[in-house]
């Protein structure tokens, strides 16, 4: 939110003009800065005039933001109406303040040098006494009360306008709604009710405790049941005492999903559900309009959602399956640990989680303090004889059975379930498979129910048979391993790779989709996205029956497709039934029964999945039909997803045979095909370099370039054996060390430097490796650098040196050890001219404390913002400005995009730095009558 001064805008000062919901606005906003610069000079020596002060400006970034809008026609009629009545309301109100204003005027402010010593002498004088601004305050209030209404309507825009979306597709969140629509789904009316009515989860919801862990074993129904807490959290925010006052965040983590499964996915999402409300949207319209913005990283993304906490009276974070976080590489340790220090510095916060008895959950709860439900079996089996109930009901065959039988099924599933839906679900699919439901039959089935879930599990994959056999342990790879989760299209062309010796892909021998969902009946999920953001359109298609008029995920039961008149779209996405069928493929449980050659080792099937996309990469490439364009995806409809997830299961494989990435790695053709239908590890810009290099049969990408930039360390290390040149010189980054350096792969810096790569090589973006290291912040890569002999002040590169590339990062610690091994604070050169501008660009206070420190020239020339204060103008860091300013920064210095620090600030709204600037004495020119937020 933020607001101009005033010769900026086209206001009118005319009462008699002010009918008008703009005029008024005009009206409010040149009081309030007239009220703001009576009281600028004093802000900080006075907290009651600072606490004015800053009352006063958020009331005008109101004004100027309501005005925008107005004056820019985006708001429908009803929406248009609804904001001109709040400021038609508020036309009494303004008046009073201008009506203050003009007694203010009659007074002398502080000025010069004795501004503190003289605040504190008018204190007993009217503008400066406490009843004066007491009341004052509370003239404002009024006003921004009466505002609120409008702001909601303003807010509600936000969300359906065209800006928001290209926001949300920037962030790129995960949807954690599509998960909780395949919950609601599941769920029977009715069940869960014993929670929503325990006097632990009223106590948490009322407000009597803080955190709130729902705990179980797998199976239970946790999510469902976590889903039905949130529909009840939902109605809570949702009525008309706590609009807009309480807020609502959820997330699924989700052992499928990669995009579910860390702390920063769970940022990514949350921002997206909260961070629609003025002051977090305007911190993240800056981020977007940055012009060298890239992905939002953590702190950012805490920041923008620290911010949108404190938007709401109460927030309530629903954490659903805090266990599906996967362990390795500390995931899920970072993310609790990450959790549990984010609610420290939000007090209104209120986490409500479920998970399995997991040792690192339990103990990070009790750091939490969590009030407990354990999830007992006694409660669990009412809600699961509901469902039995509903589920044969629903059943066309099973509902005709009669009472006897029926009674039967339900006394039989309920009492042996044991507290797990998942087991009843099983056992119902079973009795729906049976070819003939008279009673001796489903006797039978009755009798030999397995009782625990890994019996299910073994049963159904028995069952598979030895004819399908390996075609099930194919695809059951590509589902529990898959980068990204697989459409049912993929999944089938899945099964005609065979990867062992040099690769076959046998496209004769392809099948129908159904054919893949009937081998692994029992096992999988089969849903539908239309996009990622929670509009997905489809239905539930259960045995025939009708479909749902909700907009929810598909889903098919194992027998489904059996009976079901619905054609299987082959875009849907597959996936695991339930976290369990993933523990057990895994466990050695397996191992002792008559599913063991269905065993899964992580390791093993990652380098299987590597060795089958790149099969299948070296296929297409082979191809003498193909186009070479992406339409060919067409014809290869697992090429997209294999070009972009061979290297990530080859990192992750065990030690082995690594000849297929060789031979795709040293050939340009395969590498070429590669990076033409790659969409994830490239910037479009490397792409566009690697591409035309690959093409040039003179001087192609060396293997081990691409190697050393994927991580593969064991590729390397063969390469580098084989007599790969260590020094070859092609692609983006130049050298092989360079890439690796960038990326901070320290095994492969190590690798390389042994094997004689030169450290001060020159060439690629990054002119060396050392000037790459920083840029997302590998210290210890930069260290391994410099004691190999790196060249601190080495030049050349985007960045012109490696601490203005360490700057730039925003990381203390590097800049640290750079200016240590004496890098020169003030070189000039590269994008952002020197050090300190790079620094000022990026907001980062600690880094320009430092370099100031180390003597850097505050008024230094060059660079894309003509010098630092421009630079930390236009990113709105005020910290960084008033530092410049204390150091010495001429306020009027002219230069590099912007002209100068104050037209920075007028062009992306810095309403707060603007008036420090004019404070300062920045003078404007003759030609700053631009148009707010306009760009050059």
Known sequence: MSCQIGKYFPITTDMEVAGSAVGIASLGITICQGLL??????????????????????????????????????????????????LKSCNSGLQDLGTKLDELKKYSKPEGLRQRARAELQKAVYPFRKDTLDKLRGNVADVRERLKLALQVLELSVLQSDRWRKIVDWLSPADPWTNHRSARERHEPHTGDWLLQSSTYLDWKDGKSRHLWISGKAGCGKTVLSSTMIEDVKELCDTAENLGKFGLGAFYFTFSDKQKQSY???????????????????????????????????????????????????VFLALDALDESPEENDTRQTMLEQVERLVQHASNVKILATSREVRDVQE???????????????????????????????????????????????????ARADGMFRWAYCQIQELKKLKSTKPKYIEDVLQSLPTTLDGTYERILYAIGKRYQQEALTLLRWITYSKEPLTLRELAESSIIDPSGEGIVDTDNRGDIEDSVDILSGLILIYEEHDGHGTDNSHNVNDGANLSSNPLPRQFDDTAIESCTVKLNPKSKVRLAHFSVKEYLESKR???????DFHLDAAREHRFLA???????????????????????????????????????????????????????????????????????????ELEVLEKSNLSASRPAPAIYFASYLGLRKVAELLLARGADVNAFEGFFGSALQAASWNGFMEIVELLLARGAEVNAQGGHHGTALQAAPLLGYIEVVERLLNAGADVNAHGGYYGNALQAASLC??????????????????QGGYYGSALQAAAHRGSIGVVEKLLTAGADVNAQGGKCGNALQAAASQGSMEVVERLLDAGAYVNAQGGRYDNALRAAKLYERIEIVNLLLAAGAVPMEDDQLSVGSEE
């Open 37 to 86: 610069s009576y009281y600028n000079d004093c802000k900080d020596y006075e907290s009651d005039i600072s606490g004015t002060r800053a009352s006063i400006e958020d009331l005008c970034g109101t004004l100027v933001l309501l005005k925008e809008n107005l004056d820019a026609g985006g708001l429908d009629d009803k929406r248009t109406a609804q904001v001109s009545s709040c």
């Open 590 to 596: 397996i191992l002792d029964g008559t599913a063991k």
């Open 611 to 685: 060795q089958s996309c790149v099969t299948y990469i070296i296929h297409y490439s082979n191809d003498t039909v193909k186009l070479l364009v992406r339409a060919d995806r067409n014809a290869y409809p697992l090429l997209q997803l294999s070009a972009n997830s061979w290297c990530y299961h080859s990192s992750l494989q065990s030690d082995g045979d690594m000849e297929h990435e060789i031979r795709m790695l040293n050939n340009t053709a395969f590498t070429h095909c590669w990076l033409l239908h790659e969409e994830s590890m490239f910037a479009d810009e």
């Open 810 to 827: 925003g990381s203390i610690e590097i800049v640290e050890r750079l200016l240590t091994a004496g890098a020169d604070v003030n070189a």
């Open 364 to 414: 990070s709860m009790e750091m939490l303090k969590a009030e407990r439900i354990n999830v007992a079996d006694s409660k669990v089996d009412n809600d699961i004889r509901k469902y039995v109930v509903s589920e044969l009901s629903k059943d066309r065959r099973l509902s005709r059975l009669s009472d006897k039988t029926t009674s039967l099924i339900e006394d039989t599933l309920s």
């Open 264 to 314: 920063e996915d769970l940022l990514r999402s949350l921002v997206e559900q909260l961070a629609w409300k003025q002051e977090s949207y305007s911190r993240l319209q800056q981020a977007f309009d940055n012009p060298s913005r890239g992905r939002m990283g953590e702190g950012e993304l805490e920041k923008v959602l620290l911010l949108s906490f404190q938007a709401y009276n109460r």
